[in-house]
């Protein structure tokens, strides 16, 4: 084909596709010319793979559970030696009220040592764990103490592996290495064997950290049930905050941090 008439067909086409240009421009910016309507087209639908599986919802019913602020604690904070502290002498006072109590929990973790002080108390007295929140590693295991393990709709369990933190001689930190890992497996050992998720299985979800909705949690028997709290108290709906009663205590003065730790007296620190 000659090359000038390959050239004249290039114009009329550019021309054309120009004019179009043109005239939908004016139409979206309001002009006078002739107006033109069209309708923009829906995306396509998400196409499913393969290998596409629709997740289950599983059967689960709410239980509310009706309470006393006299009988539920708020543990609203990091697992410290003053926050278990404080947790521990609010439980108390619970315990004199009442033989049904709750310890309510919306924590990040914390200090393995003083987490297993908090559970061997929750275990010696028999107290039920609420998480109604983010209940993260230690906090976790807290929540797995409990005689009775609940949720609210709103909780979501995490379970990861705890991390050290050591210094001194090294035939020292091999010890406590080892005295670290024993604590440590025979936390999640309790959890395996409560739960029935074989102990191989359970750290290994745990190593890419293990979070844990309530209605997968009930299925996998790590909670025992879901539940709405009622404490009867807008402004304590959880319980008394073991957060507002340090910084109370705190400011009329009053002791509540315990004795110098083995931990803090051999400069070691174990989290989860």
Known sequence: MNKFVLFGAWVVTATAITTAAVVGYNTVVGSSTKEETYQIPLPAPLIKSSGYVEPKMPNTTVKKIKTSVRSAVYFDNEVTGLTVNVAISLLKEALKHSDK??????????????????????EENKISTI??????????????????????????????????????????????????????????????????????????????????????????????????????????????????????RQKNNVMIEPSESVAKKYNIQLIN
């Open 101 to 122: 109590v709750y310890l309510v929990l919306n924590s990040p973790g914390g200090s393995v040592f003083d987490g297993v002080e908090l559970i061997s108390f929750l």
């Open 131 to 248: 998480c109604v929140a983010i209940c993260a590693s230690m906090a976790a295991q807290l929540h797995q103490a409990g005689a009775q393990r609940l949720m609210t709709a709103s909780g979501v369990l995490m379970f990861h592996p705890a991390s050290a933190q050591l210094a001194g001689p090294l035939e020292q930190m091999q010890g406590l290495l080892d005295l670290f890992k024993t604590q440590v497996d025979r936390l999640d050992l309790k959890i395996s064997k409560r739960s029935g998720i074989p102990y191989a299985e359970f750290k290994r979800r745990l190593a890419f950290q293990y979070w844990v909705l309530p209605e997968d949690a009930f299925m996998e028997h790590l909670t025992d049930e879901i539940v709405s709290l009622d404490t009867g108290d807008s402004e304590q709906p959880y319980g008394v905050s073991v957060t507002a009663t340090a910084i109370k």
